[in-house]
């Protein structure tokens, strides 16, 4: 059965950073693309970014573009996720997910547990 | 700016059926945008119910079934059960390397 399992998350002050890791196994990661979707308190679910399978294309919302980096390392199954700049609106639980196979646009199918993120002084 | 629209509540009697739907305000959904639908409860991650417009997922009962309805992507219910009250998520491929969520549907089955 696919797993994804997301670690990193924590409480960070605004305008720091932080990093979130996706440890995949159970399938072939590196014929996937990957993504982050995060969700706010009581809100509804938001994409942030994703990454080719080969990590040769990476796409991301407005919102995060610019501050937030998608990156994947294939010899290890892991999908990062650096965030610079944090502000209090980043605070949600980030889900990793898995895209479609080998340039595929399918939305993601399996997801991580997610982790949380809070943004506080 | 394009927005993903749903329907914010729905209700279903037990047993019977319920069409979910997810528009876009820009144009018609089509099965490019490669519609998927989430179920999720509190606490939980995201289950993925349908992809690629009318695919389920594994596990996925037939009663969940997708398809394209005029200019939307709807997920119907049919045969609602009481487990089936949840917050329900489309996302749509946006043909420029971006995805879009909508904003939800909660489902009151009573």
Redesign the interface.
């Known amino acids: 059965q696919v797993q994804l399992v997301e670690s990193g998350g924590g409480v960070v002050q605004p305008g720091r950073s932080l990093r979130l890791s996706c440890a995949a196994s159970q399938f072939t990661f590196s014929s996937y693309a990957m993504h982050w979707v995060r969700q706010a308190p009581d809100k509804g679910l938001e994409w942030v970014a994703v990454i080719w399978y080969d990590g040769g294309k990476k796409f991301y919302a407005d919102s995060v573009k610019g501050r937030f980096t998608i990156s994947r390392d294939n010899s290890k199954n892991t999908l990062y996720l650096q965030m610079n700049t944090l502000r209090g609106d980043d605070t949600a639980v980030y889900f990793c997910a898995r895209g479609g196979v080998w340039g595929s646009y399918r939305s993601p199918d399996y997801w991580g547990q997610g982790t949380q993120v809070t943004v506080s002084s | 700016q394009t927005v993903v629209t749903q329907e914010p509540s729905l209700s279903v009697s037990p047993g019977g059926t319920v069409t979910l739907t997810c528009g876009l305000t820009s144009r018609s959904v089509s099965t490019t945008h490669?519609?998927?639908w989430?179920q999720?409860t509190p606490g939980q991650?995201?289950?993925?119910l349908i992809?690629?417009t009318n695919t389920r997922?594994s596990g996925v009962p037939d009663r969940f079934s997708g398809s394209i309805l005029g200019s939307k992507a709807a997920l119907t219910i049919t045969g609602a059960q009481a487990d089936d009250e949840s917050?329900y998520?489309c996302?749509?491929?946006m043909n420029?390397?971006?995805?879009?969520?909508?904003?939800?549907t909660k489902l009151t089955v009573l």
């Not at chain 2, 991650?45 to 993925?48: A, E, G, I, L, S």
């Not at chain 2, 420029?96 to 939800?104: E, S």
Request: no cysteine; hydrophobic share 25%.
């Open positions: 490669y519609p998927s989430y999720q991650p995201p289950r993925t992809y690629d997922s917050d998520y996302v749509f491929y420029n390397g971006l995805w879009l969520f909508g904003g939800g």
